[in-house]
């Protein structure tokens, strides 16, 4: 037989497959008008981690564009319901007749007048409400059957298919398609506010007594590393290093597919730092965007907790399928409260404070834009009628030298710094030895917890404890090895619907010569990173699409200089149909790499990571993990393997001691 065209029928045939599985031209394309409007827009970007201040510009843009009026809606059946928890039905005479009177519907007809007549005295004067506002407190001071029901109601209002697909996942579309009115402006605050109250009232459609607690982040922001907080156990949220299988929501589905988190693989908590740089301001302006200097934006420091927790919590448009979003507003919203009481004291009046330039403000977020609960306009979420009737705010637990109590089992007083300060218990806090009653031998704070819940089931708890900390392990070492996908496209988790390309990724450990002023994620600062291994997330999110991507890359922490490569997911572009996404990279301190795209000449020149990938020739592109990795990995004629330089089009430098700005 002829070598000669053996060796062409088989080059053939490889040329064949590669055409079946890897067939995609990749190109650079502009970087979207809008999202670099919003980097050009942003004020003092460098004094934001970098990764904040790309998820702020990209997660925005995209979830304008992917809740467009006409085609995301929320069903009838969801509107007359939640239509019905603003009417406040489940609140006490007195403050309907003030929630009422907010409303402009106390006119004196009737009926009106009928109802007030029913709760005055014999003399004419109005009794005091039977029911005191509810109180919301921080979930850790919670007694453990006032956690129990507050779980439980969650759990039967997402058993409640009545409004499709149940009344849990309703409230979350509702926030999902409240960009406009929601977040990235002045009306953050009170939407977020009205919210709660909503959620609030169908809640206690299940459980009378229940009121959603508050998550004070400050109390894990205390801790070396908040992933070890007692919070993420099986008695209090759950794990959160994956898919969510134990714990009170364990195994539930949203809408996005099953529950998610990531825990600290980006962003921090909120702290004090920045709380009372907010608390030195006077006007709600001074705060919110599109005025607050970034060190004082409360909405953009609980974004960071958002991506801390990761999973349907990360981008803000599916962060409420997540019962932590309402824990964490919960926190938010006191906050606010608190800046309120401060502006009365400087003379503002925080029910009428609200920025009035139209021109600068978003669309749906002026002062007299509908508000998208019921009746209710924007600046209706900023009168008192809330917190004067319907609930008030146990203030967070402290804690004194004299009296180093926080007042609970799960919380402990840190005496090691200058001022006592109470922080979450810690799934690595010392176990206590226990007596044969149950109680433990050397008393402290095992004590509180003996005295409330004894033997067996004490133990059970450290137990339960121990076990998440195998999954966290020691804290210097911890490395995630994976990231958990969805494999969500336009609301549908399919993995066939995705394709993946080759991207490598360049790190340069410059520690001890680079720039220390560049911000970092507040873990960074905390821990001493050069004892952690470097890690690299490589993101891709969708401009035509609706989905997003990301893949951990590992890097040896004793090394100058490493390379790796990613196999990032994308949209499977379709003959008619290409796909438009932009790919990013950030270390774990969130220092933003440099993207590089191969030009016309085939030389590697920066840019923007924006591109567009097609159906065509040249293969840079495949259907699967494997076949990419084999178009990317060819072999010599001696059998030694030789990386396929022409089939990478994006590269990326990370540099410990730079923060890039590639647009």
């Known amino acids: 037989m002829d070598l000669h065209k053996v060796f062409k029928w088989r080059a053939l045939l490889v040329l064949l497959w590669r055409l079946s599985h890897v067939t995609s031209l990749i190109t650079q394309i502009p970087l979207p008008t809008d999202i670099r409007n919003c980097f050009e827009d942003q004020r003092n970007p460098t004094a934001s981690v970098g990764e904040v201040f790309f998820n702020r510009c990209v997660h925005r843009v995209l979830w304008q564009r992917q809740t467009s009026p006409k085609t995301a809606t929320l069903g009838d059946d969801a509107k007359q319901w939640i239509s019905g928890l603003v009417d406040m039905a489940n609140i006490d005479a007195t403050s309907v007749d003030a929630f009422n009177d907010l409303l402009g519907k106390s006119n004196g007809g009737p009926s009106d007048v009928a109802g007030r007549e029913k709760r005055q005295t014999a003399n004419g004067r109005r009794q005091p409400s039977r029911r005191q506002p509810r109180v919301r407190k921080e979930y850790r001071l919670l007694t453990d059957e006032e956690r129990r029901l507050f779980h439980r109601a969650l759990n039967m209002l997402r058993a409640d298919r009545s409004v499709s697909p149940n009344k849990f996942a309703a409230l979350g579309r509702l926030h999902l398609l409240s960009v406009d009115r929601s977040h990235f402006g002045p009306n953050f605050f009170p939407f977020h506010r009205l919210l709660l109250v909503v959620m609030e009232n169908a809640l206690r459609e299940k459980i009378p007594s229940v009121t959603i607690p508050y998550w004070d982040t400050t109390l894990d922001d205390g801790l070396l590393d908040p992933r070890s907080s007692i919070l993420w156990t099986t008695e209090f949220l759950g794990d959160a290093n994956g898919y969510v299988t134990d714990g009170p929501f364990a195994n539930w589905e949203t809408p996005t597919g099953p529950l998610l988190r990531f825990f600290g693989t980006e962003g921090t908590m909120m702290n004090w730092t920045y709380i009372h740089n907010a608390f030195r301001q006077d006007h709600l302006e001074n705060i919110t965007t599109p005025y607050a200097l970034p060190d004082?934006?409360?909405?953009?420091?609980?974004?960071?907790?958002?991506?801390?927790?990761?999973?349907?919590?990360?981008?803000?448009?599916?962060?409420?399928?997540?019962?932590?979003?309402?824990?964490?507003?919960?926190?938010?919203?006191?906050?606010?409260?608190?800046?309120?009481?401060?502006?009365?004291?400087?003379?503002?009046?925080?029910?009428?404070?609200?920025?009035?330039?139209?021109?600068?403000?978003?669309?749906?977020?002026?002062?007299?834009?509908?508000?998208?609960?019921?009746?209710?306009?924007?600046?209706?979420?900023?009168?008192?009628?809330?917190?004067?009737?319907v609930y008030k705010y146990e203030r967070p637990p402290t804690c004194t030298r004299q009296i180093p109590d926080c007042g609970s089992d799960y919380l402990r007083c840190d005496t090691s710094g200058p001022e006592p300060k109470c922080i979450s218990a810690s799934i690595f806090d010392p176990k206590p030895t226990f007596l044969a009653n149950g109680l433990p031998m050397n008393g402290g704070s095992g004590v509180r917890h003996a005295r409330s819940v004894r033997g067996q089931a004490i133990q059970e708890r450290f137990k339960s404890a121990v076990d998440h900390a195998a999954v966290v392990k020691c804290q210097a070492d911890n490395v995630n090895s994976q990231y958990v996908n969805t494999f969500l496209i336009n609301g549908k988790a399919d993995e066939t619907l995705w394709s993946y390309i080759p991207v490598q990724v360049y790190l340069k450990n410059n520690d001890k010569t680079g720039n220390k002023t560049v911000p970092v994620y507040d873990i960074c600062t905390k821990q001493n990173m050069t004892d952690i291994s470097r890690r690299v997330f490589v993101e891709s999110n969708g401009l035509n699409y609706d989905g997003a991507f990301k893949h951990i890359?590992?890097?040896?922490?004793?090394?100058?200089?490493?390379?790796?490569?990613?196999?990032?997911?994308?949209?499977?572009?379709?003959?008619?149909?290409d796909t438009e996404v932009i790919i990013s990279a950030y270390d774990n301190c969130g220092r933003v790499c440099q993207p590089y795209c191969v030009d016309a000449s085939g030389s590697s020149r920066q840019c923007a990571g924006a591109v567009k990938i097609s159906r065509e020739v040249p293969f840079m592109y495949g259907d699967d993990v494997a076949s990419t990795t084999r178009a990317v990995w060819t072999e010599d004629n001696f059998g030694l393997p030789v990386l396929a330089d022409n089939q990478i089009f994006l590269r990326f430098v990370c540099d410990t001691g730079v923060s890039f700005w590639p647009w």
């Open 296 to 389: 004082n934006n409360l909405e953009e420091h609980h974004n960071q907790v958002h991506l801390w927790v990761g999973g349907q919590m990360a981008p803000p448009r599916l962060a409420a399928y997540d019962p932590v979003f309402y824990l964490l507003h919960s926190y938010v919203d006191l906050l606010w409260e608190i800046f309120r009481g401060l502006q009365k004291r400087r003379g503002v009046d925080p029910t009428t404070d609200y920025p009035m330039d139209k021109s600068k403000i978003p669309a749906g977020q002026h002062y007299n834009d509908s508000s998208g609960f019921g009746a209710l306009l924007n600046r209706h979420g900023l009168s008192n009628v809330f917190t004067d009737n």
């Open 553 to 577: 890359t590992h890097f040896r922490k004793d090394l100058s200089m490493d390379a790796s490569l990613a196999f990032v997911g994308v949209k499977r572009p379709r003959a008619a149909a």
